[in-house]
């Protein structure tokens, strides 16, 4: 969508700090005592977390909430599972969702039932229809269950994603909405459960929204969670499609439910919900997971920050620029550095191969803030100490500081 002369001009200064705001980076974390009502606020500005099995740091769907509520208990994500405040299922990738979204997502369950996301599965459910029936019916009458417990293989496993037709049937059922999964805590494996045993009655007896209806919401969703996207930003945030959502976006606009405005150096029109606040400051402190919602998004933060961001972690070592697993680290409005972080929980140590500053920032004051920041994460893990290493223009401060009393 092109900038049309009547659309209100955006700094990008004002940009970014919507955009954070949104997040949940414009309060302070919490002093004291952290439980429940903290993660349901996070909850309200995110819209969702991604789920990740990397465990470098920590599983990373545990970083979100270390972002932006600082130490806390890390049992906040499995006991709101549990009590069925949250649910797994594929939004931006597998996701922790709120339990009332499980409506809104029924018609990407009836598209896997068509073929059209994971065709393979629905190849492999109907190639094997007794299989798929019998797995079914142990999950529904006595379950819950785990991929091992319907395992079908013979031969020894392939690739990472070579799964046997028990799991690809068990995946297909999930895929599709017929089941339900929630994580075991020991190894991270999906828990297959019947429907009934995670969410309440009236979710399930909720009506069903029509496509576009659940489109709609989801577009409206993602504007709040963003505070200022473009197009592509609102679509990219529950993972559907600029050119399936362009008409309910135009809709929406023309409702009133949408304002487009232009962003200073932008190419592409915005959209912010009616009386969006600007504003005045932001001032953050937060170590980001690879997978925070908030950077996700690669050509967005390139045009909200100027950080050029890319995942390491499949690229083979000798050519990874930054090392291994490496987190944006916020400071005030701005993505100031990122720093290599790896947890070594045998010896008690967070490890820091490598930290990096970005262009015109004051080293000594980001120094200083990102081992504070370190230290507050070693502390929320249970680790003892922080060990740098010599990568990158910030290492050096950096090692002065976590030897310093």
Same mark, same amino acid.
């Given at each position: ?9 955006v ?26 009502r ?13 789920? %990740?099995?990397? =465990? ?11 972002? /932006?509520?600082? =130490? ?33 997502m029924?018609?990407r $369950? ?6 059209? $996301? ?9 190639? =094997?229809?007794?299989l798929?029936?019998?797995?079914? !019916?142990?999950?529904? =009458? ?40 929630? +994580? +075991? ?14 969410f ?11 496509? !576009?209806? &659940? ?5 409206? /969703? ?11 930003d @609102?679509?990219?945030?529950? +993972? ?38 600007q ?7 937060? @170590? ?11 050509p ?16 083979? &070592?000798?050519? +990874? ?5 490496v ?5 005030? %409005?701005?993505l ?5 972080v ?17 262009p015109n ?6 120094a ?7 230290? @507050? $994460?070693?502390?929320? @893990?249970?680790?003892?100490t ?20």
């Amino acid at each position: 969508m092109s900038p049309s002369p009547s659309q209100t001009d955006v700094s990008l200064a004002s940009a970014k700090r919507i955009a954070l705001a949104a997040q949940g980076f414009s309060t302070p974390r919490p002093t004291g005592r952290v439980d429940r009502r903290h993660l349901r606020k996070v909850i309200d500005h995110v819209g969702l977390i991604q789920i %990740d099995s990397v =465990n470098v740091v920590v599983r990373s769907q545990e970083l979100p909430l270390f972002s /932006r509520l600082g =130490n806390h208990p890390r049992s906040l994500i499995p006991d709101a599972t549990n009590n069925a405040e949250l649910f797994e299922y594929w939004c931006h990738e597998a996701s922790h969702l709120p339990i009332g979204m499980q409506p809104l997502m029924r018609w990407r $369950m009836e598209q896997a039932k068509r073929g059209e $996301m994971w065709g393979g599965l629905v190849r492999a459910a109907k190639k =094997n229809p007794k299989l798929l029936n019998e797995i079914r !019916d142990r999950v529904q =009458n006595d379950g819950p269950i785990v991929a091992g417990d319907v395992k079908t293989r013979t031969g020894p496993k392939g690739s990472w994603w070579d799964w046997d037709t028990g799991k690809a049937m068990l995946e297909y059922l999930f895929w599709t909405g017929e089941i339900t999964a929630r +994580r +075991r805590p020991s190894d991270f494996a999906r828990v297959y459960h019947a429907l009934h045993d995670v969410f309440p009655a009236h979710i399930l007896k909720a009506k069903t929204p029509t496509e !576009d209806e &659940a489109r709609r919401e989801l577009v409206l /969703r993602a504007a709040k969670s963003v505070g200022i996207g473009t197009l592509s930003d @609102l679509a990219d945030y529950h +993972r559907q499609t600029p050119t399936r959502i362009r008409q309910i976006v135009k809709d929406l606009v023309e409702d009133g439910e949408l304002e487009q405005v232009r962003v200073e150096g932008w190419r592409d029109t915005a959209f912010v919900l009616p009386n969006t606040v600007q504003p005045r400051s932001v001032n953050a402190r937060a @170590l980001l997971s690879p997978f925070d919602s908030l950077v996700w998004c690669r050509p967005r933060i390139e045009r909200l920050f100027n950080f050029h961001y890319r995942i390491e972690i499949y690229t083979p &070592a000798p050519k +990874r620029i930054y090392g291994y697993y490496v987190l944006p680290f916020l400071l005030g %409005d701005s993505l100031v550095a990122r720093v290599d972080v790896k947890a070594d929980r045998k010896e008690g140590v967070l490890l820091v191969p490598g930290a990096y500053s970005e262009p015109n920032v004051d080293i000594a004051y980001v120094a200083a803030e990102l081992m504070a920041e370190l230290k @507050l $994460m070693a502390t929320w @893990l249970g680790l003892h100490t922080v060990r740098v290493g010599t990568n990158g223009d910030l290492s050096r401060p950096l090692s002065k500081l976590a030897k310093a009393k």
